[in-house]
T-cell receptor, first 110, second 112 residues
Framework: QKEVEQNSGPLSVPEGAIASLNCTYS??????FFWYRQYSGKSPELIMF????GDKEDGRFTAQLNKASQYVSLLIRDSQPSDSATYLC??????????FGTGTRLTVIP | DGGITQSPKYLFRKEGQNVTLSCEQN?????MYWYRQDPGQGLRLIYY???????QKGDIAEGYSVSREKKESFPLTVTSAQKNPTAFYLC???????????FGQGTRLTVV
């Protein structure tokens, strides 16, 4: 079982819709959870982090964490074509090792 | 401006050569990392360092070597023992291993 799993997509949503990206992790001791956005040919950039159960909102982005289900998600409201990228989920497990998922490719259709 | 600088952006290597990728940060971060990314794949950890003069192997360390003589610098050498080195190499740093990592712009290595 992989430490962090994501649906590779591609996920296509129309402009203005909500994009929902999901991630599961295997280590129940995991403490920190991160979402990175990576445009083609570029390096990942941090867009959200979450440490506690529940929702965390930042502009059009909402991160959701459910430690009981070992599940973390990212919602993008009012999706824009500029949101088209690969989204990487990263989890810091109980042993302070940071694991990345393989990423979900999102396409926002104008 | 604070940040992480990787150089060069593109690098071509002949088979059998060693090459060194540079990574410098001025964020005063203790932890630094090297990741490899292949097309359509996630990030795989090569090496990481939590403090000067100390580093640990990641998941795919074979064929690579690193040094951490200064807090700001964490160069990666891709040796001739690495059989399939063509990839996108990313350097990152963080305050410590429990906090978010920030990435440099990457080095694209191609074997010719």
């Amino acid at each position: 079982q992989k430490e962090v799993e994501q649906n590779s997509g591609p996920l296509s949503v129309p402009e203005g819709a909500i994009a929902s990206l999901n991630c599961t992790y295997s280590d129940r001791g995991s403490q920190s959870f991160f979402w990175y956005r990576q445009y083609s040919g570029k390096s990942p950039e941090l867009i959200m982090f979450i440490y506690s159960n529940g929702d965390k909102e930042d502009g059009r982005f909402t991160a959701q964490l459910n430690k009981a289900s070992q599940y973390v998600s990212l919602l993008i409201r009012d999706s824009q074509p500029s949101d088209s990228a690969t989204y990487l989920c990263a989890v810091n497990n109980g042993a302070n090792n940071l694991f990345f998922g393989t990423g979900t490719r999102l396409t926002v259709i104008p | 401006d604070g940040g992480i600088t990787q150089s060069p952006k593109y690098l071509f290597r002949k088979e059998g050569q060693n090459v060194t990728l540079s990574c410098e940060q001025n964020l005063n971060h203790d932890a630094m990392y090297w990741y490899r990314q292949d097309p359509g794949q996630g990030l795989r950890l090569i090496y990481y360092s939590q403090i000067v003069n100390d580093f640990q192997k990641g998941d795919i360390a074979e064929g690579y070597s690193v040094s951490r003589e200064k807090k700001e610098s964490f160069p990666l050498t891709v040796t001739s023992a690495q059989k399939n080195p063509t990839a996108f190499y990313l350097c990152a740093s963080s305050i410590d291993r429990s906090t978010e990592a920030f990435f440099g712009q990457g080095t694209r290595l191609t074997v010719v």
